[in-house]
T-cell receptor
């Protein structure tokens, strides 16, 4: 079974630009969650999508958005990039149950904003 | 914000020794999970322990959970250089959302 695939692996963007990251979950998984990892803040939850609907949202500004397609693939978008958005963005795939659900992570997208 | 704290922040041991990492959290949980991360890469799921379980084993890993103290520990026995990584605990209260600790950096010296 293929794992979680994130593309691209690396990105360099300029302040003010926008960026779109992609995540393909494990086949059969209906939940996709996104996390931001930085040295200062650690791993922070961005949002979760289940069956094309946002089911949960972390404490991030509206510049961070996402969506999920009917095949469960998900994208996240960051508009008006700031230097502080430089981070490793991780996508997690799970079956989507309400409890006791193991999450499987992709390799991440390393975003650098200059 | 982080759910809890991990202790120690960094741990350096020799190959063959055991490594113990601790995690504390603040709220009631459905389960607690441990993950490993190698240098800036993705997280690898190690083990999930439910709130009604006290101990769980997987190969060289042993996890305990004390819900009365809101704490968990991860024991890696007979460590290897390949175990060098950051280890994170994460709690799950509802849905698929995970709240992570700050992590323990484990270095296993050959």
């Amino acid at each position: 079974k293929a794992g979680v695939t994130q593309t691209p692996r690396y990105l360099i963007k300029t302040r003010g630009q926008q960026v779109t990251l992609s995540c393909s979950p494990i086949s059969g998984h209906r939940s996709v969650s996104w996390y931001q990892q930085t040295p200062g803040q650690g791993l922070q939850f961005l949002f979760e999508y289940f069956s094309e609907t946002q089911r949960n949202k972390g404490n991030f500004p509206g510049r961070f958005s996402g969506r999920q397609f009917s095949n469960s693939r998900s994208e996240m978008n960051v508009s008006t990039l700031e230097l502080g958005d430089s981070a490793l963005y991780l996508c997690a795939s799970s079956l989507g149950g309400r409890t006791n659900t193991e999450a499987f992570f992709g390799q991440g997208t390393r975003l650098t904003v200059v | 914000s982080q759910q809890g704290e991990e202790d120690p922040q960094a741990l350096s041991i020799q190959e063959g020794e055991n490594a113990t990492m601790n995690c504390s959290y603040k709220t009631s949980i459905n389960n607690l999970q441990w993950y490993r991360q190698n240098s800036g890469r993705g997280l690898v799921h190690l083990i999930l322990i439910r709130s009604n379980e006290r101990e769980k084993h997987s190969g060289r890993l042993r996890v305990t959970l004390d819900t009365s103290k809101k704490s968990s520990s991860l024991l890696i026995t007979a460590s290897r250089a390949a175990d060098t990584a950051s280890y994170f605990c994460a709690t799950q209260t509802s849905g698929s959302r995970l709240t992570f600790g700050e992590g323990t950096q484990l270095t296993v010296n050959p």
